[in-house]
């Protein structure tokens, strides 16, 4: 019975931290009076948990503001230089890492590129290590520091193995790589920091709900276009990933049977037609010339020859390739209504760095032919619009899982090595 009562109090003090870290990271900074109702803590609670985590050099003063006839209120922020996160993304065509103070402003950044399809593990997990390494050393941070590494990769991430988060990236060609305990044997990180794994168009989505264009929505579809097409389901503010975390592989829902080939190994796929990837091969079809530019470079003529900057200047226009860009727009569009007709989300979110190219181009196209495919009484209470974080969202939300973890448990840390996520 005593056991039972320490552990009530013990979670009771650390939701009642929890509460007031997220109020103070989210919308600070504020007074203690302000967090009182904002939390519905007692005066009392948020004294003592004002004063604990101040103690643990979690919050810091951030000036003060006036009160009707009594002292000036101090106002209270979350500390940004009390610790340090690190948000990997393992693209398709590059793996970056970044480091992170508390308040999520990058410290540092390393970037390797990829050859095509050189989706080699060994070579991807050293080149992890390396920059986690170099990283560390340009900001002169311990790694004891951080409160963890988030890694976006593309695939499922299958949770359920006793070593640790496995990756099925089939259109990489990862079947069940052990990558957490890959990544734990290699990065000589200290064991009390914890390894995040997840997938690339989650973190990215749940970049966008807290900090970018999905905040304030409950109901939400994050797209992520970049070399692949994938998705980030949110039901009722709550990330949804089905039974077996593989939901939002949107780019391998059917768009034509029996179309074309995609690297799934099935035919027909929304990624065999929207992706970076696809429009360039599609454009290399009718004449386009990629080049050996790298996938964003290439996109960028592609867009550059289909919707000239200067739109009054027609006669620059490649017809061909103007005609392709329209109709990746109403594939693309045609994928968002069934996301629609599927999920009724009141805000879908084009994001990804080709996502981000083409809807600057094509979004009011997307929009019209989401209009035209989906049903009319959901599609019209759904807005779609472009992300807001820019085309390095991944490795900020990727940042986000430690910190997501850091704040769930009031800022304590944790008790013994990292267990699997």
Request: charged fraction near 25%; glycine fraction near 12%; include cysteine.
């Amino acid at each position: 019975m005593r056991d039972r009562e320490k552990r009530t109090v013990r979670d009771l003090r650390r939701t009642n931290r929890s509460a007031v870290l997220r109020k103070l990271y989210f919308d600070g900074p504020l007074s203690r009076q302000e967090l009182a109702p904002a939390t519905g803590l007692s005066s009392g609670s948020i004294s003592n948990v004002v004063a604990e985590l101040t103690a643990d050099g979690l919050l810091e003063e951030a000036g003060s503001v006036g009160s009707d006839g009594g002292r000036p209120r101090t106002l209270l922020r979350v500390a940004r230089r009390s610790a340090y996160l690190i948000g990997v993304d393992v693209g398709e065509t590059r793996v970056r890492v970044e480091l992170f103070d508390l308040a999520l402003t990058e410290l540092a950044r390393a970037e390797r590129p990829l050859a095509a399809r050189g989706y080699d593990v060994d070579r991807i997990v050293g080149f992890i290590r390396d920059a986690v390494a170099d990283v560390l050393r340009e900001a002169d941070v311990a790694p004891e520091s951080l409160l963890g590494v988030g890694v976006g990769v593309p695939g499922i991430v299958d949770r359920s193995s006793p070593g640790g988060a496995v990756v099925h990236g089939q259109t990489v060609g990862w079947d069940a790589v052990p990558i957490e305990s890959l990544l734990r044997d290699a990065a000589a990180l200290p064991p009390e920091v914890p390894l995040f794994i997840d997938n690339g168009a989650k973190t990215l989505g749940q970049a966008e709900m807290w900090f970018g264009a999905g905040r304030g929505a409950r109901h939400a579809v994050i797209a992520l276009i970049g070399s692949g097409v994938g998705a980030c389901i949110i039901t009722d503010g709550v990330l949804y990933g089905g039974a077996h975390s593989s939901a939002g592989e949107w780019g391998h829902t059917t768009m034509q049977v029996r179309g074309r080939a995609c690297r799934c190994g099935a035919r027909g796929c929304l990624e065999a037609y929207a992706s970076a990837e696809a429009v360039l091969e599609r454009w290399a079809e009718i004449g386009g010339d990629p080049g050996d530019a790298d996938e964003e470079t290439a996109l960028a003529a592609f867009l550059a020859s289909a919707a000239p900057a200067d739109e009054g200047d027609q006669g620059a226009v490649d017809e061909k390739a103007a005609a392709l860009l329209e109709e990746t727009a109403e594939y693309l569009g045609a994928g968002i209504a069934d996301l629609v007709n599927l999920f009724n989300p009141e805000r879908i979110i084009i994001s990804g760095w080709a996502g981000l190219m083409l809807g600057r181009h094509s979004l009011p196209a997307v929009r019209r032919a989401a209009g035209a495919y989906a049903l009319r009484h959901p599609v019209e209470r759904t807005t779609i619009e472009l992300g807001r974080l820019g085309p390095d969202a991944v490795t900020v939300g990727a940042a986000t899982l430690p910190l997501a973890d850091f704040l769930s448990r009031g800022g304590r840390g944790r008790e013994s090595a990292p267990a699997a996520r």
